[in-house]
């Protein structure tokens, strides 16, 4: 079957446009207008500075002193979900680093000796600068034991291996229980009531 052909024609110039001189004048006044309004303008003290429509408003956020705040559903730094007692909710099944399309979950698995689930993460790493930022740990998880709500992104830093987060690191509240914590968590292995 024959491929289509299109046949692009050249914009019919007249001799003022090819000169080109009224649309570098006309580039020159949009950028002056930019230079002196940025210059001597008034600076917008909204808080929604990005969503304000003023035509002569400055509109520069000075980061780091200014922050804007990260819509509700902004997925920030990992946090390992901790249980009420302060341990970690995560019972170590590698779900999380198996679907992570970036491979950039490193878990380490140890077993409990007396609690009713058999393991917990004895090291939890993720590697920030090579995560892409897709929430499928998140989603993957079992135990609502991985989220990505703390409303920070990875901090700037100054070598690679500083970019990985520890267990210690990403271990940090506020604490979730759920109803059926009690039958995961709460019970030993022969069904005895834990003391914490
Ligand atoms: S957000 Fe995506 S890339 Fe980052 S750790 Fe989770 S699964 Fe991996
Ligand atoms: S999916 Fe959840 S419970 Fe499983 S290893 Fe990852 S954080 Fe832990």
Wanted: net charge neutral; proline share 8%; charged share 30%.
């Amino acid at each position: 079957m024959p491929i289509d052909t299109v046949t692009i024609r050249e914009p019919d110039y007249g001799p003022r446009e090819r000169l080109y001189l009224r649309e570098l004048v006309r580039g020159l006044l949009i950028t002056s207008r930019h230079f002196f309004r940025n210059l001597f303008g008034e600076r917008d003290l909204n808080s929604e500075v990005g969503e304000r429509q003023g035509a002569n408003l400055i509109a520069t956020v000075s980061y780091p002193e200014e922050r804007r705040a990260y819509p509700p559903g902004y997925r920030g730094m990992h946090r390992l979900v901790p249980r009420e007692d302060g341990k970690p909710r995560c019972v170590a099944c590698y779900m999380c680093a198996t679907v992570c399309p970036a491979q950039c979950i490193y878990i380490e698995a140890g077993e409990y000796d007396q609690e009713g689930i058999e393991k917990y993460p004895t090291r939890f790493e993720i590697d920030e600068l090579r995560c892409i930022v897709c929430g499928f740990c998140v989603e993957a998880c079992p135990k609502d034991a991985i989220r990505m709500d703390t409303g920070t992104h990875s901090p700037a830093v100054l070598s690679r291996p500083l970019a990985t987060f520890d267990k210690e690191a990403l271990l940090k509240g506020p604490a979730v229980s759920h109803p059926t914590d009690a039958i995961t968590y709460g019970k030993s292995r022969r069904g005895e009531p834990l003391k914490h």
